[in-house]
């Protein structure tokens, strides 16, 4: 796994071995970044179960002003750390060690984010949960875009009871990216 452009580019980042995270493959995190490579500059972005952080580094290296990462697995929490120093991005970055409920309250009042990425366990409706807290909570940025990795055959039919569109669906060979947005923004 590697930053694939920016300023980190070509770094590579170290995940942890077994089954404990799955990383977002270069392929995929490429193709998710080249649809929000114009948005990115300067932006505030929230990674949430972060595994290795790849993700979140890359929107570091590509622009992004702040990355909060969010990971409860404390050797994941040091891989993110380690990747942070080897891409030089640390400066940027706030680590948090904790479950993702448990981050989204103490990050009330102290961030809004334009950019919320979260890759949860699959078939454990974090997702639900995460997107419920956040369509009540001060932590969106006006035109914030929520983007979700999940298995191909997770539904997402309580999006618009939550306050959510679905502006995009992007569907790759095992899992695909959603991307939604609050209604009326």
Do not use: W
Not at 86 to 110: F, I, N, Y
Request: some cysteine.
């Amino acid at each position: 796994m590697r930053v694939i452009a920016g300023s980190a580019r070509r770094i590579s980042l170290k995940t942890l071995e077994g089954l404990e995270t799955r990383p977002t493959t270069d392929r995929i995190k490429e193709t998710l970044f080249n649809m929000l490579q114009y948005a990115l500059a300067d932006c505030v972005f929230l990674d949430l179960f972060a595994g290795s952080g790849g993700i979140g580094i890359e929107a570091l290296s590509r622009g992004a002003a702040q990355c909060v990462f969010v990971e409860q697995n404390r050797a994941a929490v040091e891989c993110i750390r380690g990747n942070l120093q080897a891409a030089r991005l640390s400066d940027r970055a706030v680590v948090m060690h904790c479950d993702a409920l448990t981050a989204l309250q103490r990050l009330e009042g102290k961030y809004r984010f334009d950019y919320i990425f979260m890759d949860p366990p699959y078939g454990c409706r974090l997702e639900k949960q995460m997107l419920s807290y956040l369509a009540d909570s001060s932590l969106m940025e006006a035109g914030c875009t929520v983007i979700v990795e999940a298995r191909l055959d997770e539904e997402f039919s309580y999006l618009k009871d939550l306050g959510y569109v679905l502006t995009k669906e992007k569907l790759y060979k095992t899992n695909k990216h959603i991307f939604v947005n609050q209604g009326g923004v």
